[in-house]
């Protein structure tokens, strides 16, 4: 109720004692604020436009393989790499530059980028695709032992029939059949039977010879109990006949 009863030349006089003792930190937050909404509006039109400079190359890398130009989808993949490290436009980039090393015959070195994916992706299924990729190389060179290491961590039961199935294909590299049949029944029963995937599974187990799985063994029944002997029935009363008197 103070300030009410104050002149208009003292709201004046004490509007002005205030800015002179708090107008520096005053314009200080404002000044601040502007700054900060200024940097956020910055940073975010800075990602956007970085990434949609990202899609624009990566399109063009695909565009590149569809042209089967390899050199100047290697040169975009890697500058994509190099470019946009961390994001899924690099996870797909080196998935790529692998799958072009393996085509080339060069499976060895396909391995490095896969494992750039397998163990830096923070997508999930790229991951798996990597380590599936991977697991896939060293059986091809003779490492069925390395491939299955590899499998060993991997976790994702969207990818279970994928795993099983090269999980077997080290196990039949081992001399394994029974393990591999094991394997590819395991993979056939996690799959789609509508996929082409579960056809190619089937003819798998039949070229490995093995006899079909046995059926479960149904549960034993319980012996019927024995039924409770009859109950003894009491003998009939004797006929006694009184002779009249």
Known sequence: ???????????????????????????????????????????????????????????????????????????????????????????????????????????????????EVMTGSKDTELKNIARLRIARIQIDQGKPDDAIQTLAGGDSASFASRYHDVRGDALLAKKDTSGAAAEYRAALGASDPQNADAALLELKIADLGVPPAAPAAPAASAPPAASAPPAASAPPEPVVNKAKP
């Open 1 to 115: 109720m103070a300030d009410d009863l104050l002149t208009e030349e003292e709201q004046i006089e004490a509007a002005k004692r205030f800015m002179s003792e708090n107008g520096a930190w005053l314009i200080a937050g404002v000044a601040l604020g502007a700054a900060l909404l200024f940097g956020y509006r910055y940073y975010d039109n800075s990602r956007n436009e970085r990434a949609m400079k990202a899609a624009d190359e990566f399109g063009a890398m695909t565009s590149a393989i569809d042209r089967n130009d390899r050199a100047s989808a290697r040169r975009i993949a890697e500058g994509i790499v190099q470019s946009y490290s961390g994001s899924p436009y690099a996870d797909q980039a080196e998935l790529t530059l692998a799958r072009l090393l393996v085509d080339e015959g060069k499976s060895a070195d396909a391995i490095g980028p896969l494992m």
